[in-house]
């Protein structure tokens, strides 16, 4: 596969796919993200597409804390508005244009959900270079990728990538279709 096909962004007129019923019988978000989410935090849904987790993220953080659903195409963010319109969804999702070459969240956050979409980045040093500044000491990020998509070589290399700006691997989370790995920002001050 060419270069800039493995990196090809999924356009706004698949995004139906992403939220087919089905998908939630095989990667229901609730039981993927339970482990990592808590009350209170901030989470970034990194390339949220149409929002298939950024609503129940959400509504895993009950009354305090909030998701950052951020994309780069503002068709798909477009796809989340309309979904939260008018609902509570609202006061708890904020809504985030990234840049291509920039994800532009300055906000420091406890979780970050990367889930299908690193491999449409091309410069991954870079993405981890700036998800390393945004996330808090001892905050987590959890990476997917669809494994139809993604080469293993590719995706141990995207690992690799993420440790060499100082995260370090806790978890492979078995996953349906995908490869996936959560990293912590470790806390220095403790060793
Ligand atoms: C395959 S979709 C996955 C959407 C969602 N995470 C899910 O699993 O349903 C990948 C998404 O990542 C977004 N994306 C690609 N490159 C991006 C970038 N550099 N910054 C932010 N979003 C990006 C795309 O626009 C697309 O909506």
Redesign the pocket.
Known sequence: MRAEEKTR??PVERAGG?EHSFRRLLQNPRRILKPYVSQGMTVL??????G??SLELASMLFDSGKVIA????EG?LDKVRQKIAGTAFESKIQLHR?R?KS?GVTEQVDLILA???VH??PNKDR?FGELKSILKQNGKIFIAEPSFRVPKQDFEETVEKAKSVGFKEIKRPKLLFSRSVVLVNPNHNHF
């Open positions: 962004i999924c992403l849904d990194l390339g949220c597409g149409p298939f987790f951020s994309d780069v195409q798909m990234c291509e994800i889930f299908y979409m449409e980045v993405l």
